[in-house]
C-alpha cells in the first residue's frame, strides 16, 4: 500500500467515524462517512478496510495512512496529522507541518475558540449519547466551519451537515420536498 500524500478533506465538513472492524467501517461508509479512525483496529482490519474502500480516508498507525496521530509520520508521508490539543498542534506548526496539513481534537465546547484561532478542527460528538443531539452538534459545528464531525451516529451527522451546508449557500435542503 502506498501513502497518500496531499489527500485532503473535502471543502466541507467532512463527517467522520470510528471504527475498528470492517463491518463497523463499511456501516459508516454506508451511512456517510467519508473518514474512518482506525486507530484502535488491528494490521488486517485497517488492510481491508484500504483495499475495499480506497477513496475513503483513514487514519491510522500506518505510513499509507491519510491522517495519523505521529508528527513524524506526518512529516515523512505528507499526511494530515491530528493532533490531541493546541500545544501539540503548536509544536507540530514550530516543527515544520504547515497549519492546512494539522487537525486539532476538540470537543464541541472547545471547536469555536479553535477555529476562530485559525485552526482545523476535528470535532468529536463522541460522548453525545443520541442521533438529535448529535445532529445538533454537527449542525453548528458545520455552521462555524468545522473541518470534521465524528460521532457513532453517521446519518444523522451526515443530514444535519447538509443542511447546514445547504442554509448557508441558500440552496434546497437536501431530503426535503418543498410542496
Not at 496521530?69 to 501539540?88: E, F, H, M, N, S
Not at 496539513?101 to 484561532?117: H, N, S
Not at 453525545?128 to 444523522?156: C, E, F, I, K, M
Amino acid at each position: 500500500m502506498s501513502p497518500a500524500p496531499g489527500r485532503m478533506l473535502p471543502g466541507r465538513t467532512a463527517v467522520a467515524a470510528a471504527a475498528t472492524t470492517v463491518a463497523a467501517a463499511r456501516a459508516a461508509i454506508a451511512a456517510g462517512a467519508v473518514l474512518v479512525d482506525l486507530t484502535g483496529a488491528d494490521r488486517p482490519v485497517l488492510a481491508e478496510v484500504r483495499e475495499r474502500y480506497p477513496d475513503i480516508l483513514i487514519c491510522a498507525p500506518a505510513d499509507w495512512a491519510d491522517l495519523v496521530r505521529d508528527p513524524a509520520a506526518a512529516r515523512r508521508t505528507g499526511a494530515i496529522l491530528v493532533c490531541a490539543d493546541p500545544a501539540a498542534a503548536a509544536a507540530a506548526e514550530a516543527g515544520g507541518i504547515s497549519r492546512r496539513g494539522i487537525l486539532i481534537e476538540a470537543t464541541p465546547a472547545r471547536a469555536a475558540g479553535l477555529m476562530a484561532a485559525g485552526w482545523r478542527v476535528l470535532v468529536d460528538a463522541g460522548q453525545v449519547t443520541d442521533p438529535p443531539a448529535a445532529a445538533a452538534v454537527a449542525a453548528l459545528s458545520a455552521w462555524l466551519g468545522a473541518t470534521a464531525v465524528r460521532s457513532d451516529y453517521v446519518a444523522a451527522v451526515r443530514r444535519a451537515i447538509d443542511m447546514a451546508g445547504a442554509i448557508r449557500a441558500g440552496g434546497p435542503i437536501p431530503g426535503c420536498a418543498l410542496p
